[in-house]
C-alpha cells in the first residue's frame, strides 16, 4: 500500500527534498548514494511529473549536486566526531525525512530525529525508529527538547538547510542554549552569505510576507562573527561545495565546477562547524 501525499500541504514539502536525493543518486552516483529515498520515493503515491519535468534543466541539475555535497560534508563531521566519541548522541536538527543518522550509525551511538509534530506524524510512518533511534515532535526554537537527548557519551548535532529560515537572533540564542548543556558536543549546519540567502528567499519571504530579509541568519565569515557570541564556542567552516570534494568526478562537468567555486568563494555556501568548549 502506497502512502499518499496531496498537493500544496506540509507533507509535499517534505516529498521535493526526497526527490533531489533520488536526483542526486541517478545523476552523481560514485559521489553520492542515497538508497533510502529511493525505497521512500516507491512507498509514495505522488504525482512527480512537475519535479521530472524541472530535473531536466540545468539549474536543477546543479541544484541536486549541491544538495548531494551538503548531505555528504555533514555525514563526514558527523562520522569523523564518532570516531573519537563512539557512543555519542547524534542529532537530525529539522530532519525531515533525511536518514543521515541513520546512515552514519557505527553501532553504539544513539540517533535522535527532530522536527515539529506533522512532520514526526509523517516521519513515524515512512521511517519509524529502529535501534538506538528516536524520532521526537519538537521546535527547535525551544530548548525543552535537550532534556531528551543523553549526551553523555558526547553529541553532534547537523542542521541540513534549516538555519537559514531563522532570525539571526535565534540561532545566537540556540547555539548559546547548547553550548549550556551540550559542553564538549558539536553542532555543524550549512550556511551562505546574505546575497544567497535573498535568493533562497524569494519564495518564501512571498508566502510568508516578510520584508526583512536582512534579519534572517546569514553568514559570511563564520569565525569572526560567530565566535563573539560565546567564549565558549570554538567555529570553524569550509566551502559546501568544494571545501570536502574537488568534484573532478566525470559526472561533474567543468562548468559545474565552475559554479562550484562561485558558490563557495562568491556566496560563501559553507558547513559551519561550532565545538562548545569550556568558558576560556
Not at 506533522?118 to 525543552?144: F, H, M, S, T, Y
Not at 534549516?162 to 539571526?168: C, D, G, P, S
Request: net charge neutral; proline share 3%; charged share 25%.
Amino acid at each position: 500500500m502506497k502512502y499518499k501525499i496531496e498537493k500544496n500541504t506540509v507533507q509535499e514539502t517534505l516529498i521535493l527534498p526526497l526527490y533531489s536525493r533520488k536526483l542526486c543518486t541517478e545523476l552523481y552516483p560514485n559521489l553520492y548514494r542515497d538508497e533510502t529515498t529511493v525505497r521512500l520515493l516507491d512507498q509514495i503515491d505522488y504525482d512527480f511529473s512537475e519535479a521530472e519535468k524541472n530535473s531536466r534543466s540545468l539549474m536543477q541539475r546543479f541544484g541536486a549536486l549541491e544538495v548531494a555535497m551538503r548531505q555528504n560534508d555533514l555525514a563526514f563531521e558527523v562520522q569523523a566526531y564518532l570516531k573519537n566519541h563512539p557512543c555519542a548522541a547524534v542529532v537530525n536538527l529539522g530532519c525531515g525525512l533525511d536518514n543521515t543518522g541513520k546512515a552514519c550509525d557505527n553501532g553504539s551511538c544513539k540517533i535522535y530525529n527532530l522536527d515539529f509534530l506533522d512532520v514526526i506524524a509523517l516521519r513515524q510512518q515512512l521511517l519509524p525508529a529502529g535501534e538506538r533511534e528516536q524520532n521526537i515532535p519538537c521546535d527547535l526554537k525551544d530548548p525543552a527538547w535537550f532534556d531528551k537527548i543523553d549526551a553523555s557519551g558526547g553529541a553532534v548535532f547537523f542542521a541540513s538547510g534549516v538555519f537559514y529560515y531563522f532570525l539571526t537572533e535565534q540561532v545566537r540564542e540556540l547555539v548559546q542554549g547548547m553550548a549550556d548543556a551540550f559542553s564538549g558536543g558539536v553542532l555543524v549546519f550549512d550556511a551562505a552569505n546574505r546575497t544567497a540567502v535573498k535568493m533562497i528567499a524569494k519564495t518564501w519571504l512571498r508566502t510568508a510576507k516578510i520584508k526583512d530579509v536582512g534579519a534572517y541568519f546569514a553568514v559570511s565569515d563564520a569565525e569572526r562573527e560567530l565566535s563573539p557570541w560565546d567564549s565558549r564556542l570554538q567555529v570553524s567552516s569550509r566551502g559546501y561545495m568544494m571545501g570536502y570534494n574537488d568534484l573532478k568526478d566525470p559526472s561533474v562537468s567543468g562548468f559545474f565546477r565552475f559554479l562550484a567555486k562561485v558558490g563557495d568563494n562568491g556566496m560563501k555556501m559553507q558547513i559551519v562547524k561550532i565545538g562548545f568548549g569550556g568558558k576560556l
